[in-house]
C-alpha cells in the first residue's frame, strides 16, 4: 500500500494481504477492513478512528503501540492470536463473534465492550475496567473476578461458572 500521506479515509479494503506491512505514523478514519490478513503490521503510533475489521485474520500485533489519543475500532467475526491489548483506554469496543485466542488485555478500561459470542481461549484478562461489558454467550474464558473491577457485566451460563474457579470453593 503505497501512500505518500500515510492518511486513509473512508476507505475500504477487501481480501489484501497486509502481513508483516509498517503502518506506523499512519492514520485510518473510518476505513473498513474485510477478509484481510494483518498478521505481524507494526502499528506504532497509528491512528486508528473508528476502523472496523471483519473476517480478518490477526497475529501477533500489538496494539497497545498505537496512537492512544486517536484509537476506536471493532473486529467482528475475525481471528485475534497473540495479540496485545494492554494499558489502553478502549471503552465501547467491540470483539463480536470472533476466536480470541492467546491474547493479552492488561491494565485496560474495557467498560462498555462488547466480547458477545467470542472463543477467548488462552486470553487472559488482568486488572482491567470491565464495568457493563458483555461477555454474553462466549466460552473459554479464564477471568478471575479478584484481579478485575465487574460492575452490571453480563455473562451467560453454563459459561459463567468458569467465573467460581479462583474462589476456594467446591461446587458439586
Known amino acids: 500500500m ?9 476507505k475500504i479494503f477487501k481480501n489484501k494481504d497486509f502481513s508483516s506491512k509498517d503502518f ?5 478514519s473510518d476505513c473498513k477492513f474485510y477478509g484481510c490478513n494483518l498478521s505481524n503490521i ?22 497497545s503501540k498505537c496512537n492512544q489519543l486517536i484509537l476506536n475500532f471493532s473486529f467482528e467475526n475475525s481471528y485475534l492470536s ?20 492467546e491474547c493479552d488485555f492488561s491494565d485496560n478500561d474495557l467498560s462498555f465492550s462488547d ?11 488482568i486488572k482491567n475496567n470491565l464495568s457493563f461489558a458483555s461477555f454474553l454467550n462466549c466460552k ?3 477471568i478471575n473476578p479478584k484481579e478485575n473491577i ?3 457485566t453480563k455473562f451467560s451460563l453454563p459459561e459463567a461458572v468458569s467465573l467460581l474457579n ?7
Open 2 to 10: 503505497e501512500n505518500s500521506k500515510k492518511e486513509f479515509n473512508s
Open 24 to 28: 506506523s505514523e499512519y492514520l485510518f
Open 42 to 63: 507494526n502499528l506504532e503510533n497509528t491512528k486508528l478512528q473508528y476502523v472496523s475489521f471483519i473476517d480478518c485474520k490477526i497475529l501477533g500485533i500489538n496494539f
Open 82 to 101: 497473540n495479540c496485545i491489548f494492554s494499558e489502553m483506554k478502549i471503552k465501547e469496543s467491540v470483539f463480536k463473534n470472533c476466536k480470541i485466542l
Open 115 to 125: 466480547f458477545e459470542g467470542s472463543n477467548l481461549a488462552g486470553t487472559f484478562f
Open 140 to 142: 473459554n474464558y479464564s
Open 150 to 152: 465487574f460492575k452490571k
Open 166 to 172: 479462583f474462589f476456594d470453593i467446591e461446587i458439586k
